[in-house]
């Protein structure tokens, strides 16, 4: 253990030596390095020495950073940016949200976020009165302006000049919509997460996942691998983090987090890469991350969607989906959290290629979701058992449960899948005391209840379409049965654009959360009584019950259950 806290301080000294002498380059390359290439004997000084980074933390000293200045594009949608606001509608009624869902495909709005409660919507200036024209009376006035300078919010997300809490009292006071202690300021930092004192391009994320590869291999902590490659050719790397055990050939458990489905949630690439980072510097001082790593592999892919994410740098800051060509060309990409196979048709299928939640004429039509797919099912086969899955997004502060597709289908384990998205919120509040709440992933996007003429679900109106999300289809293709989709910072003030000084604390409560993860599988092996004949019988009994009957029958299940669980 003393050897692993001697390299976390080189590994803490090299980042220091980078920021000393911030050595220029595009961010647009990804230095490739074959994953089986030796130490050549030189220092690791020397190997980084060698490495092409671009660190953003090196700011400029006029108004605007070198980002901004070097990226003509990027200053171009800035300007476009000037005249869009984003509005919240707060729901309260079915109708409200049948007649958003109208007016949002008809005009091909932009959803930044959908609870039980409000819709979040960006849109053009100019366009608001033929918004609220098609909209009924009580939803015209029952409308807040969230972020009124979008432009503005754009550029401060980028690194800048200013510190980034001074940043976010400005915009903060400018809307006049949250008080200051509504989000607190973060912790004091140290040098050892200076990588998370900004957000990072994808070119420097892939080097410091290098980095952390060629610092911790040697010890069997760390391996980088690739998961496939993205549309446009780009590397889908990830980190497998885990202590390795006596038998060489021994595949362990595995807990699988994704982030970055979505280009413009930057805060999910950056609290991957810090809950990554956080459990691999704590290996020597944490009993419970030793415990959880010598138990089960974690695998975190902070950028499952590379191609969007570096045209988040390099053009449309809030650009959503991926990059592939779509059947209209002036129209591209898919929304990789709708293009997956399990049930992608299920509810009300988005088949416009313009609009955000796109996911695809056909199942895995997206290539960096069929290449998720594709990596995974090939793990299975060798061995790798996923008993958890964690894909993060932003925002809303939400831990949601499976299914995404249907309100009315619920998971076999839905209890248990309750008690640990309940226990996830709790830890993440203890953190900072931020409050996340839990909920099936499909509440909030159903516009009206069953009548009861229906007999399915899929006449119902949904502010987005459920089907064909990577949760539902890990959970059910591979049994990864606590699989969760956890909405992080923060409600609604900044939304995608959450300030850096935020990266740390967010990642904080996800590290916290993880670690009680862990210990609740390693309570049971993450492996439940599924599939017994007596509970399937159970559960079908239970279908044709009247409801006064039901709780006889949820108690002899549970009865049954522990008699199983003690053979």
């Known amino acids: 253990m003393r050897s692993i806290s001697l390299l976390r301080q080189s590994f803490i000294s090299a980042f220091l030596l980078i920021l000393a002498i911030s050595i220029p380059s595009a961010a647009t390359s990804l230095p490739l390095v074959a994953r089986s290439q030796a130490h050549d004997g030189r220092s690791y000084f020397s190997r980084l020495l060698d490495l092409s980074f671009v660190w953003t933390s090196k700011r400029s000293g006029n108004g605007l950073n070198r980002w901004l200045d070097t990226h003509p594009k990027l200053l171009g949608n800035l300007r476009r940016y000037e005249n869009e606001v984003v509005i919240r509608f707060n729901v309260s009624t079915n109708a409200h949200e049948a007649a958003l869902r109208k007016a949002i495909d008809q005009m091909l709005l932009d959803v930044w ?58 915009l903060s006071k400018d809307r006049g919509i949250t008080p200051a202690n509504d989000i607190p300021s973060p912790k004091k930092r140290g040098v050892d997460d ?86 691999i510097r704590s290996i020597d001082e944490d009993p419970m991350v030793v415990k959880i790593l010598e138990h089960f592999d974690i695998v975190f892919i902070p950028v499952l969607n590379p191609d969007g994410y570096e045209y988040t740098w390099e053009v449309d800051r809030l650009w959503r989906k991926s990059r592939q060509r779509t059947k209209m060309q002036y129209c591209p990409g898919f929304d990789l959290n709708h293009a997956f196979g ?42 790798v058992k996923f008993v958890a899955y964690l894909d993060l997004h932003s925002y809303s502060q939400q831990v949601l449960y499976p299914y995404a597709y249907s309100c009315t289908v619920h998971p076999p384990n839905i209890e248990n899948l309750k ?58 293709e591979f049994g990864a049965r606590y699989s969760y989709q956890i909405k992080l910072r923060d409600t609604g003030s900044y939304g995608f654009l959450l300030p850096s000084e935020y990266i740390i604390p967010t990642g904080e409560e996800m590290h916290q959360a993880m670690k009680y993860l862990g210990d609740y599988l390693l309570g049971n092996n993450g492996h439940e ?21 039901e709780h006889v029958v949820e108690l002899r299940r549970r009865r049954r259950k522990r008699c199983i669980d003690c053979t």
Request: hydrophobic residues 35%; negative net charge.
């Open 194 to 279: 200076i990588f998370f004192h900004d957000y990072q391009p994808l070119s420097v994320i892939h080097t410091w996942m290098k980095l952390l590869d060629s610092m911790f291999r040697n010890r069997g902590l760390v391996r980088m691998i690739s998961v496939g490659k993205s549309y446009e050719g780009r590397d889908i790397p990830a980190l497998r983090v885990g202590v390795p055990t006596s038998d060489a050939g021994l595949r362990k458990d595995t807990i699988l987090v994704t982030g970055g489905l979505h280009a413009r949630e930057w805060i999910s690439t950056s609290t991957v890469n810090y809950v990554a980072w956080s459990f």
């Open 113 to 170: 976020d959908f609870t039980d409660n409000y819709t979040d919507i960006r849109i053009e200036t100019r366009r608001i009165r033929p918004l609220m024209g098609i909209l009924p009376a009580s939803l015209q006035h029952n409308h807040t302006i969230l972020i009124p300078d979008l432009a503005r919010a754009v550029a401060a997300s980028y690194p800048s000049n200013a510190p980034a809490h001074s940043v976010a009292q400005s």
């Open 419 to 476: 008690e640990v998205a309940m226990n996830l919120a709790k830890h993440m509040r203890l953190s900072n005391g931020e409050v996340y709440t839990t909920t099936s992933a499909c509440e909030g996007a159903v516009a009206r209840e069953l009548s009861a003429d229906d007999v399915t679900d899929t006449q119902r109106v949904r502010v987005e379409a459920g089907g064909g999300s990577a949760m539902d289809y890990i959970f059910h």
């Open 529 to 549: 009584s599924w599939g017994d004949p007596v509970l399937e019988e159970d559960r079908s009994d239970q279908a044709n019950l009247i409801p006064e009957e």
């Open 342 to 383: 399990y049930r992608w048709d299920g509810v009300q299928h988005q088949n416009e290629p313009c609009s955000e939640s796109y996911g695809g004429d056909q199942p895995f039509q997206a290539v960096e979701a069929a290449q998720l797919a594709d990596w995974a099912r090939n793990e299975t086969e060798n061995g």
